[in-house]
């Protein structure tokens, strides 16, 4: 893994809470008809062979029902409304649904030919969700997501990505039928999402450019970044070192003007002597320094390493126990729309008894007659 600290894609997950569905249908409509959509979906229709930019006379200004759909449904819906209700439906104990954004880094996307790029962030996006599903334990990934398109207000460079959603329960099984549990991303988690949306970008890449030129436009980030890193360390160096000359004068002034007292060539010759060694001493204590704080640095990242895997290992490894024992006990797990419904059945029961009490009640309460008159006329 490189020590550069600006990674190759972006993937932010954040996530709505249980009772924010309004909220969450507002971000759901905004991510459908935002400004982009449909100047993307016109360029994503012409001649992508030719030379081709966004249609002057094409504008998003448009009523949101005449609009097309914008989402590519992969299990959540195709429209916001749907992509909503679907989220309702599957919702967990505290969580909605789960928010992502997907933006691989502009520095290496300007490599890729236009016509290419929403191709690659697309095939990103699917790759990071689906295999970081199934690397977990999750089942077959549900989701819809839908691209998006900006320029960087500090450069300007495309800056195409992705906003997916996806639901705040997995399945227990593959066809459903022991229903959904909640969807627990812990830290070990989010690391290797991170992990997976570089090997899918990587991937990528080397298909659309090819793997040696890939490698190499990665390694020149990663150095270009390294050297502005080292040459801001470089800058901090140079001001410390600049404090130590002004030191280093005020010692010389003062020896100086003990040689200009005591006129002694050898005492002279010996401060020189002894600056020159405390300057070699120093370069040794610094470079000793160094060594040591590398040494430790590559030895941290390694138990670092060793210990994430173990933590993966250990939370996959306890959802497998945890679809075992539902899998074993071979009850299904009730969705909320299962417990809805199964809350108002029981409400219209309550409602019918209720009604055929009162109905006899009624009836107990005439004279003889009038419920012989009655029976007749049911009859």
């Not at 972006?10 to 959509?37: A, M, P, T, W």
């Not at 080292?230 to 001001?239: E, M, T």
């Not at 160094?290 to 390694?302: S, T």
């Not at 945890?322 to 219209?348: F, L, Y």
């Amino acid at each position: 893994m490189s020590a550069v600290s600006k990674p190759t894609i972006i993937v932010n997950l954040g996530y709505k809470q249980k009772g924010e569905i309004k909220s969450f249908r507002s971000l759901l409509k905004y991510l459908q008809y935002r400004d982009g959509s449909v100047r993307r979906d016109a360029y994503l229709e012409a001649d992508l062979d030719a030379e081709f930019r966004y249609p002057e006379d094409v504008s998003d200004h448009v009523r949101p029902q005449h609009r097309e759909t914008r989402w590519v449904d992969r299990g959540m819906g195709e429209t916001y409304r749907q992509i909503a209700n679907r989220a309702y439906d599957w919702q967990g104990r505290r969580m909605l649904a789960r928010t992502w954004v997907i933006s691989p880094d502009p520095e290496l996307m300007k490599h890729v030919p236009e016509a290419k790029r929403f191709e690659v962030v697309r095939n990103v996006t699917e790759k990071t969700v689906e295999r970081w599903y199934s690397d977990n334990g999750w089942g077959l990934a549900e989701y819809s997501y839908v691209i998006h398109d900006k320029q960087r207000s500090s450069d300007g460079e495309q800056m195409a990505h992705a906003h997916v959603i996806t639901p705040g329960t997995v399945r227990v099984d593959e066809t459903g039928e022991l229903g959904r549990i909640d969807h627990v991303a812990k830290k070990p988690h989010i690391r290797d999402l991170h992990r997976t949306a570089r090997q899918a970008l990587e991937e990528e890449l080397g298909r659309v450019l090819g793997k040696e030129r890939a490698r190499a436009l990665i390694a020149e980030r990663d150095a270009r970044l390294e050297r502005e890193r080292d040459a801001k360390q470089v800058l901090r160096k140079l001001r410390k070192a600049r404090v130590l000359a002004d030191v280093m004068e005020v010692m010389k002034a003062e020896q100086a003007a003990k040689r200009a007292k005591k006129a002694s060539k050898k005492r002279k010759r010996e401060a020189l002597q002894r600056q020159a060694e405390l300057r070699m001493y120093v370069r040794y204590v610094v470079e000793e320094r160094d060594k040591r704080r590398e040494a430790d640095r590559l030895r941290a990242a390694v138990v670092r390493q060793q210990r994430h895997r173990t933590e993966l290992e250990a939370e996959r490894t306890s959802h497998r126990q945890r679809v075992a024992r539902i899998t074993r006990r071979g009850r299904r797990v009730p969705t909320h729309a299962d417990i809805h419904e199964r809350e108002e059945r029981k409400r219209r029961e309550l409602a019918a008894y209720y009604a055929l009490l009162f109905a006899q009640q009624g009836l107990l309460e005439r004279s003889p007659e009038e419920r012989a008159r009655g029976e007749e006329l049911e009859r």
